[in-house]
């Protein structure tokens, strides 16, 4: 039920902001000559208040573009500047092709009426009218019929959950309920782009969690195409698919949250993530190393057992030749196995104690980690073993300390058996010494290993 216009470009961005001026007061326009010839905001100050300086950046259809910046630095302006609610002094803005500074009255209405629904700092309600027609007044301008309009509010009403409040008055309602009722406005008006102003800041941090991942949710049901504006950095880390970092009115740097998080552009963006909580940001993907402690099952337990002394762990991932991740084998299951002259490793494979892919969140890896004598093993969606995640680099990657550390050893659980035992056991049970038959020695796991790489 999306509304299109005819003048649009079929495969244009969503939102596409070239060379874009905001500046207030007397004389704006020299004041971009000023801005543009490389004064700085405070030079310029006598001729008025510079809110956006120079800014370009591009939203593709579908994603979640978060603006953050501290208190002032011009992200409200901005997003204004986007539907024509704040007019732009110089530079283009175009929404899905369509140039809109400059733009008709009229047209903007029909702009902001058809295509894109924001959601406001201050909620912008109706004080008299009911929390449902409020819902519905974006419908009401579409000319949307009073039954449909009723019918659509309701379930956009209950979806935000206040479902029994329809018909009462904004004022009786609490913020974060008011806020509410702003985004079941703008979900109901269901235009292709949201944008959302501090749209959650009113909420308690229970129910903004919870909104936070309705939103994500209904996005990718919906697709739509969202701005999103916010102070909080874990909120902006979750949400957003890019983040545009906001300063004295100055996109500053523009990434994904792992690239803020991990490659911030100077010292403001830094000081800005360093409180982020990394542990809900990054996810085993981003995080994870090539596996070493691996072998194919037709290696055989002699070299599963010189492998786990050589990395010296007590445990190792076996695979098939085509990297499906089968479990893991112990160093004295594979011990017993070689004593006793056996070749058979694939009886010997017990269940990998932590699988998890790529995307979970490595917050949620710690119990896992704890709980296993090896990393925690990241599988694609083909059950292949893509990477894994040691102790270390979990706590490595909440600090950005380099993972490798002298205290490995340390942190990583030690062999089961002593690495002396493993030695001479295989040195006693070496092929030329050992009887027939048991002696099917597979090539060496240096040779194995080397081409079982994180690289899927
Ligand atoms: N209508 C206006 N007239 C004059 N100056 C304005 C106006 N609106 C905003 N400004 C100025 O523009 C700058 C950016 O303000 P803006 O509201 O965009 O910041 P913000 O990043 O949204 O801040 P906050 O996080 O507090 O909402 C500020 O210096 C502000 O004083
Ligand atoms: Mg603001």
């Known amino acids: 039920m999306t509304n299109q216009t005819a003048s649009s470009t079929p495969d244009a961005q969503a939102i596409e902001v070239t060379g874009a001026y905001k500046v207030f007061g007397r004389r704006p326009k020299e004041a971009v000559k000023r801005l543009r010839a490389g004064a700085s905001r405070d030079d310029i100050k006598q001729l008025g ?40 002094t110089d530079g ?39 929390v449902r027609d409020n819902a519905a007044y974006g419908l009401e301008i579409q000319g949307v019929p009073a039954a449909e309009r ?34 079941a406005r703008a979900f109901a008006a269901d235009t292709d782009i949201l944008l959302m102003d501090e749209a959650f800041s009113a909420l308690d941090p229970l129910i903004r969690r919870e909104m936070q991942e309705q939103l994500v949710e209904l996005q990718q049901e919906l697709g739509k195409t969202i701005v999103f504006i916010t102070h909080d950095l874990n909120e902006a880390m ?7 970092v906001m300063r004295d009115g100055r996109i500053v740097q523009v990434g994904t949250p792992n690239d803020i998080l991990t490659d911030p552009a100077n010292d403001y963006v830094a000081q800005f993530v360093q409180d ?6 990054l996810t085993a993907g981003d995080v994870m190393e090539p596996p070493r402690a691996v072998v194919p099952a037709s290696a055989g337990p002699r070299a599963a057992l010189r492998l ?33 002259g056996g070749t058979d490793l694939a009886a010997l494979v017990r269940p990998t104690p932590s699988v998890v892919d790529r995307d979970q969140y490595i917050a949620d890896l710690f119990e896992l980690a704890v709980e296993s004598p090896l990393p925690v093993a990241v599988v694609d969606n083909q059950g292949r073993l893509i990477g894994v995640v040691p102790r270390v680099t979990l706590l490595a990657s ?19 058996v002593p690495m002396a035992v493993i030695t001479e056991t295989l040195e006693q049970t070496h ?23 994180a690289q899927a």
Not at 238 to 244: E, S
Not at 276 to 281: G, K, S
């Open 238 to 244: 979750f949400l957003g698919d890019r983040i545009a």
């Open 308 to 340: 786990m002394r050589d990395l010296q762990t007590s445990a190792c991932f076996v695979t098939t030749s085509g990297r499906k991740l089968l479990g893991v084998v112990r160093d004295k299951d594979m011990l017993r196995e070689v004593r006793k």
């Open 150 to 183: 009723r019918e659509r509010a309701n379930h956009w009403l209950e979806r935000v959950g206040l479902k029994g409040w329809e018909d009462h008055l904004p004022g009786e309602l609490s913020g974060g309920m008011q806020q509410r009722v702003g985004l």
């Open 398 to 416: 909440l600090t950005n300390v380099p993972a490798v550390t002298t205290e490995i050893p340390i942190i990583e659980p030690t062999p089961d």
């Open 49 to 88: 208040t510079a809110a956006v300086i120079d800014t370009s950046f591009s939203v593709q259809p579908g994603e979640i573009f978060v603006v953050m910046g501290l208190s002032g630095s011009g992200k409200s302006t901005l997003i204004r500047m986007l539907n024509g609610l704040g007019e732009t």
């Open 276 to 281: 982020v909580d990394r542990a809900r940001v």
């Open 431 to 453: 092929p030329g010494r050992v009887p027939e038959g048991a002696a099917a020695e597979s090539p060496s796991p240096e040779a194995m290993i080397t081409n079982e790489g």
């Open 92 to 130: 283009s803005i175009r929404v899905f092709g369509d140039e809109i500074v400059g733009m008709g009255a009229a047209d903007l209405r029909a702009l902001r009426r058809d295509r894109l629904s924001m959601v406001f700092q201050h909620f912008a309600l109706l004080p008299h009218r009911t």
